[in-house]
C-alpha cells in the first residue's frame, strides 16, 4: 500500500491552451492577449507563458509588475509584455531590460514616466469609465496636451459588471469608454474586456481582449453554463480512517457533535494548502471508489494540515486513497460558492502554495 503526505496539484496545459483558442475565437477580430499575472494565477507565469506562445500564437502577454514581466521575457521573446500596475523606481530596471510596456493610470505616473522614459517604448493610458479604480478621470484627461496624448499607444478600461451580463454598469461603462476615447484618443486602438467582458459580444471586444480567470477554467459567465474546461485538479491523501462514536465531537472548538455513530477519514489538506477555513462544516470532498463517487461532508473545523470528513458510506474506502479536492465535478466556481467567495480566489491561494506535489499535463 502506498502512502503519501501530501497533496497533489494538477495542471492540464492541454485544457488551459484549448480554452485560449476557443476565447481567441469568441473575440473575433480582436487580439487576445493571455493575463498571466500573480505567477499565472499560482499555476506557474514562465511554464504558462511559454505554452500560450509556442502552441498558442499569443503574442500578448499581460502581467501586474515589471518583475512578472522579466520572468517571462526570454520565453516570450517577440511577445508584446503590459504591466497592469505601471512603473515606478521599483520596477524601471525591470522594465528596460526585458522591455515591457507600462499601463499608467494616474498623472502623477505619467509625469514619472516622461522623466524617466523609454526609447522605442510607448505606454498604455488607463482612463476611468466606473469602477472606480485605476484610471484618468476625465478632468485629468483634460489637462492633457495634444503632445501628451501623443505618447501613449492604446487606451484601456475595465468593467466593473461584465459577469452579470444585463448589469446596467456594462452600458454604462461602454458609453463612457467610447466617448472618451473618441474625445482624446479617437485614433488609438483600445481594450476594454477582460475574460467577462469578451462574452458580451463585439462591443466590448474592441481591438484587444484581456484573457486571464476564464482560460484557467473559471466561469467568468455565470448566467450561462461554463463553456471552458477545467484546468485543475487538487487531491489529496487519507491519512487515517477511524470510528466516531455517537456524541463525540469533530475538530478544534468541537463545532460537531456526531448524533449517532459515524466514521471519519482524515485527509492531508487544509488551509495551510489554500482551502478556505470558511468550508468547516459545510464544504464537501469526494471519493472515487470501484468508479463510484462518493460525497463526504467536512466535519468541525478545517486545521492548518488536515481536513475531516464523514465517509461513512463510502464502502470499500482504505488509508492511503486520495480525496477529489477540486475535479472536474467540483470545481473552482464550486468551491468559491461553498466558501462564500470566488474562485479567482481559490485559485490564487492554491496556485502559489508550495507544499503540493505539482505536475503538469502537456508541458
Not at 182 to 198: I, N, R, V
Request: glycine content about 10%.
Amino acid at each position: 500500500m502506498a502512502i503519501l503526505t501530501r497533496p497533489i496539484l494538477e495542471i492540464n496545459l492541454n485544457n488551459l491552451l484549448d480554452n485560449y483558442m476557443q476565447l481567441k475565437a469568441l473575440s473575433g477580430r480582436a487580439k487576445a492577449a493571455a493575463v498571466v499575472k500573480d505567477d499565472a494565477y499560482g499555476l506557474g507565469a514562465e511554464i504558462v507563458a511559454r505554452k500560450l506562445y509556442n502552441d498558442g500564437g499569443c503574442r500578448h502577454f499581460f502581467v501586474a509588475h515589471g518583475i512578472e514581466g522579466e520572468r517571462i521575457r526570454n520565453l516570450v521573446p517577440d511577445a508584446a509584455i503590459y504591466v497592469l500596475q505601471g512603473i515606478g523606481e521599483d520596477s524601471l530596471d525591470s522594465f528596460r531590460r526585458a522591455r515591457l510596456i507600462p499601463v499608467i493610470g494616474s498623472p502623477e505616473m505619467f509625469a514619472w514616466w516622461k522623466e524617466n522614459r523609454i526609447e522605442g517604448i510607448k505606454p498604455v493610458i488607463q482612463i476611468e469609465t466606473g469602477l472606480n479604480r485605476l484610471g484618468f478621470r476625465e478632468s485629468e484627461l483634460e489637462e492633457l496636451s495634444d503632445a501628451d496624448r501623443s505618447e501613449f499607444s492604446m487606451v484601456l478600461s475595465h468593467l466593473a459588471c461584465a459577469d452579470a451580463k444585463e448589469h446596467f454598469m456594462n452600458q454604462h461603462q461602454l458609453d463612457n469608454f467610447r466617448r472618451l476615447k473618441e474625445k482624446y484618443f479617437p485614433k488609438l486602438p483600445a481594450t476594454l474586456s477582460a475574460s467577462d467582458g469578451t462574452f458580451l459580444g463585439a462591443d466590448y471586444q474592441w481591438d484587444m481582449v484581456r484573457l486571464g480567470a476564464a482560460m484557467y477554467g473559471i466561469n467568468t459567465a455565470p448566467y450561462r453554463e461554463n463553456q471552458m474546461k477545467s484546468v485543475v485538479t487538487v487531491k489529496a491523501p487519507v491519512l487515517q480512517i477511524a470510528d466516531l462514536p455517537k456524541g463525540d465531537f469533530v475538530g478544534y472548538s468541537a463545532t460537531y457533535r456526531a448524533t449517532e455513530d459515524r466514521r471519519l477519514a482524515i485527509v492531508s489538506i487544509g488551509y495551510g494548502d489554500g482551502i478556505p477555513r470558511s468550508l468547516s462544516n459545510v464544504g464537501k470532498v469526494f471519493f472515487n471508489i470501484c468508479g463510484r463517487i462518493h460525497e463526504a461532508r467536512i466535519l468541525g473545523r478545517l486545521s492548518m494540515d488536515n481536513i475531516i470528513c464523514d465517509v461513512t458510506e463510502a464502502d470499500g474506502l482504505q488509508v492511503g486513497d486520495t480525496a477529489g479536492i477540486l475535479t472536474d465535478y467540483y470545481t473552482l466556481d464550486d468551491m468559491g460558492r461553498d466558501a462564500g467567495t470566488i474562485g479567482y480566489e481559490i485559485l490564487s491561494r492554491i496556485g502559489k502554495n508550495t507544499r503540493y506535489m505539482r505536475t503538469y499535463i502537456g508541458e
